[in-house]
Antibody
Framework: EVQLVESGGGLVQPGGSLRLSCAAS????????MHWVRQAPGKGLVWVSH????????TYADSVKGRFTISRDNAKSTLYLQMNSLRDEDTAVYYC?????????WGQGTLVTVSS | DVVMAQSPLSLPVTLGQPASISCRSS???????????LSWSQQRPGQSPRRLIY???NRDSGVPDRFSGSGSGTDFTLKISRVEAEDVGVYYC????????FGQGTKLEIK
């Protein structure tokens, strides 16, 4: 069974940093692209970032480019999102997702709240 | 970026009746490999999204056959043949070429 378990969310002040992790199991992690998608409270889904299967290629939404960094450790089957210079508008549930012909599996999400 | 526009944004439906959601993209979703990476996902209240349909019309494993997808180019549709209580939630279309983008979501409720 595919499982994606996020961790690392919490309350952070504007300008602060957080590192999200996503532990994957139930599939061969190194064979799949992965993404982070976020959802602000009461709002829709917004794609944040993607990384290819070996980590050599990444893309970012314009809203997070230069502030967020996606990475992966295939030996640990873990996906990461380093978030710096956080803003109020980054407040959201962050989902770790797998890509097979589009985003197919989603984790349960981890809440990031940016507030003073 | 490709803009995805869904309609309606709110969809009250009587149990047992059909439902239809439209999704239009700002440009053709036919990718260079000939495939169209348009998918539909369902988000039940308080849950993570779950994909229902991929590549326009292919149902994911375990998805009831009352759900079907169709369309081509820039116009796509998700249909539910007979709505059940468990279908309540928000439905999103998503296009899978970079940067990935989602529709605004359609909230399905029971009338």
């Amino acid at each position: 069974e595919v499982q994606l378990v996020e961790s690392g969310g919490g309350l952070v002040q504007p300008g602060g940093s957080l590192r999200l992790s996503c532990a994957a199991s139930g599939f061969t992690f190194s064979s799949y692209w992965m993404h982070w998608v976020r959802q602000a409270p009461g709002k829709g889904l917004v794609w944040v970032s993607h990384i290819n299967n070996d980590g050599s290629g990444t893309t970012y939404a314009d809203s997070v480019k230069g502030r967020f960094t996606i990475s992966r450790d295939n030996a640990k089957s873990t996906l990461y999102l380093q978030m710096n210079s956080l803003r109020d508008e980054d407040t959201a549930v962050y989902y770790c997702t797998r890509d097979w012909l589009g985003i197919d599996y989603w984790g349960q999400g981890t809440l990031v709240t940016v507030s003073s | 970026d490709v803009v995805m526009a869904q309609s309606p944004l709110s969809l009250p439906v009587t149990l047992g009746q059909p439902a239809s959601i439209s999704c239009r993209s700002s440009q053709s979703l036919v990718y260079s490999d000939g495939n169209t990476y348009l998918s539909w996902s369902q988000q039940r209240p308080g849950q993570s999204p779950r994909r229902l349909i991929y590549k326009v019309s292919n149902r994911d494993s375990g998805v009831p056959d009352r759900f079907s997808g169709s369309g081509s180019g820039t116009d796509f549709t998700l249909k539910i043949s007979r709505v059940e209580a468990e279908d309540v939630g928000v439905y999103y279309c998503m296009q899978g070429t970079h940067p990935y983008t989602f529709g605004q979501g359609t909230k399905l409720e029971i009338k």
